[in-house]
C-alpha cells in the first residue's frame, strides 16, 4: 500500500507529492555543493560531473531520494532539490548554476544537518531511508559562516555518525583531508581532487561508483580509498541492469526494443559516462548513464572558464 508524504519545496519550486513504500534498501543522498565564486573555472566540469553523477544514480533499480543544497555568501543555503524521488532529479544548467561570493560551509553543513534531521524525523519510522548520506563538495576553505562554528558542526557530524549516516567530503584543496578531520569525517570519506577538467571528472566519477557500490550494498560505507574496486563494482552492476533492461524489454510492444537495448550490455569496459540515456524508451538504462541529450550542453569536460 502506498503512502503519500508531501513535501513542501522552496519559493521557487512548485508544491511536490513524493510517493514513498516501505523503504527497504532506500537511500537518501544530501549533497551540499560549494557555488562560491572560485569555483568558476571549473564551472562547466561542475555541471556536468553533477549530472552525469545524476544520471548514474537514476539508473540503479533500488530507490533512493536526493536533495540538493548550493551555499554561497549571498545565500548560504539555496536549496534545489529536497527528498526528490531521483528519477525526477534535473540537470544543473549555467542558469542554475552561478558561482559567487564566499565560502559559508559551516553554515551550509549545519543547516543542512537540521534540515534533514527535521525531514527524517516527520517520517513515520517505516517510512525512513535506510541508508542516509551527506556529500560535501568544496574546493576552499570556511571564510564566510555566521550561524555556525567548526564546532558545533563538528559535534553535529559526530551525532549523525552515531545515527549511521555517512559523510563524504570532497575538496579541491590540498588541505582536503585535515579539513575533513577538523569536521569529524574520517580521512577515508575525504578526497582532494586537481582543480581542472580532469581532476573534477575523476572525482565526480568516483564519488558517483561509490554511491552506487553503497546503494546496492556492495559496500558497508562511502569511503573514498577504494576507486578501483568501487570502479570494478560499478561496472558490475551496469552489466546487469543493462542486462535486465533488455530482457524486459524483448517481449514488450511499442518502442522499448529499440530504447532498452545498451549497445554495452555485457562490456563492463564502460564508465560513469558511457552509457544510455535513462529515459529511452521508457526503459531504465545501465548504471554509467552519464547526461541525458538535452543537457550534453552541460557536460564541459575541458571547457572550465578561467579566472
Not at 97 to 106: C, E, F, H, I, V
Request: net charge neutral.
Amino acid at each position: 500500500m502506498l503512502v503519500q508524504v508531501r513535501i513542501d519545496f522552496v519559493s521557487h519550486q512548485p508544491k511536490g507529492t513524493l510517493m514513498a513504500q516501505s523503504q527497504g534498501d532506500r537511500t537518501h543522498i544530501c549533497m551540499i555543493l560549494d557555488r562560491t565564486g572560485s569555483m568558476e573555472s571549473i564551472k562547466q566540469d561542475t555541471i556536468g560531473g553533477f549530472n552525469s553523477y545524476i544520471a548514474a544514480q537514476k539508473s540503479l533499480p533500488t530507490p533512493a531520494t536526493f536533495t540538493l543544497v548550493q551555499f554561497d555568501s549571498q545565500d548560504p543555503f539555496e536549496v534545489i532539490h529536497k527528498f526528490t524521488d531521483i528519477q525526477m532529479v534535473t540537470d544543473l544548467t549555467a542558469q542554475t548554476y552561478m558561482p559567487r561570493a564566499s565560502t559559508p560551509l559551516y553554515d551550509a553543513v549545519g543547516r543542512g544537518i537540521n534540515d534533514l534531521k527535521a525531514v527524517l524525523g516527520a517520517l513515520p519510522e517505516a517510512l525512513r531511508p535506510k541508508k542516509v548520506v551527506m556529500v560535501i563538495v568544496t574546493d576552499g576553505q570556511e571564510n564566510a559562516s555566521r550561524e555556525f562554528t567548526g564546532a558545533q558542526v563538528r559535534k553535529m557530524i559526530a551525532d549523525a555518525k552515531e545515527a549511521g549516516w555517512q559523510f563524504v567530503f570532497l575538496s579541491a584543496d590540498e588541505s582536503a583531508i585535515s579539513d575533513s578531520a577538523s569536521l569529524n569525517i574520517d580521512a577515508s570519506n575525504a578526497a582532494f581532487f586537481k582543480k581542472s577538467s580532469q581532476g573534477s571528472n575523476e572525482m565526480w566519477e568516483r564519488v558517483a561508483n561509490r554511491s552506487m557500490a553503497y546503494r546496492a550494498s556492495s559496500k558497508l560505507c562511502m569511503r573514498m580509498d577504494e576507486a578501483t574496486d568501487d570502479e570494478l563494482i560499478a561496472q558490475k552492476l551496469m552489466a546487469q541492469n543493462a542486462g535486465a533492461s533488455a530482457g524486459a524489454g524483448t517481449g514488450s510492444s511499442g518502442g522499448a526494443s529499440g530504447g532498452a537495448q545498451n549497445p554495452n550490455a555485457g562490456g563492463a569496459s564502460a564508465g560513469v559516462g558511457a552509457a544510455q540515456n535513462p529515459n529511452a524508451g521508457g526503459a531504465s538504462a545501465g548504471v554509467g548513464a552519464a547526461v541525458t541529450p538535452r543537457s550534453e550542453r552541460g557536460r564541459g569536460r575541458g571547457r572550465g572558464k578561467k579566472n
